[in-house]
């Protein structure tokens, strides 16, 4: 058995969102996220509802590659999800989201991405993965979702997230 200290590396981003939990949280969906992501293509979901929920599975792709993600937790009322996407053999990301209703309009969402690599390929994913490089896509998604929440439509042009 071979036990090895982690590369990880966390980072954090507060948004500031335009609406309340209750019309956000169901955009954090696989299936949901084709209404404002225009870079976005899950080849398949794996869900009771056909959308979100705890213990759902889908796959997307990262260059040749499938990446297996599972939500591990989807809680309306809390304002809470949580996924794991694992490439194999590179990296394990997990995704915490954690609403907050700041007023009746204004929906405070903090987002916390963690990876560790698996190797090294994973290690070069990780030396790119810095705060800044996070602000921007998250900047993205923020906009990205604010849109889409006032106008109904995909933002278009954003950096891809």
Same mark, same amino acid.
């Given at each position: ?11 954090? *981003?507060?948004?500031? +969102? ?7 949280? %169901? ?21 009771? !509802?056909? #959308? ?5 599975? @889908?796959? =997307? &792709? ?13 809680? $309306?009322?809390? /304002? *809470? $999800?949580?996924? @794991? *996407? ?6 394990? &990301?997990?995704?915490? +989201?954690?609403? !907050?209703?700041?007023? %009746? ?8 991405? !963690?990876?560790? !690599?698996? /190797? ?5 994913? #990780?030396? =790119? @993965? =810095?705060?800044?490089?996070?602000? #921007? ?10 849109? *889409?929440?006032?106008? /109904?439509? +995909? ?5 891809? @997230?």
């Amino acid at each position: 058995m071979r036990i090895e200290k982690p590369n990880r590396i966390i980072h954090t *981003y507060k948004q500031q +969102i335009n609406g309340t939990i209750k019309e956000i949280m %169901p955009l954090y969906c696989p299936v949901r996220e084709l209404d404002w992501v225009e870079s976005w293509d899950p080849k398949t979901v794996y869900s009771q !509802s056909g #959308l979100v929920e705890k213990d759902c599975i @889908f796959i =997307t &792709t990262h260059g040749d590659k499938e990446v297996v993600w599972i939500v591990t937790d989807y809680d $309306v009322e809390a /304002g *809470y $999800v949580a996924m @794991f *996407y694992h490439i194999p053999e590179i990296v394990i &990301t997990k995704l915490e +989201i954690q609403l !907050s209703q700041e007023n %009746p309009h204004t929906t405070k969402a903090l987002l916390t991405y !963690s990876k560790t !690599s698996l /190797g090294v390929e994973g290690n070069k994913i #990780l030396e =790119t @993965f =810095t705060q800044e490089a996070y602000d #921007l896509m998250m900047q993205s998604w923020e906009k990205a979702m604010n849109h *889409y929440l006032a106008k /109904g439509e +995909i933002l278009r042009g954003l950096p891809d @997230f």
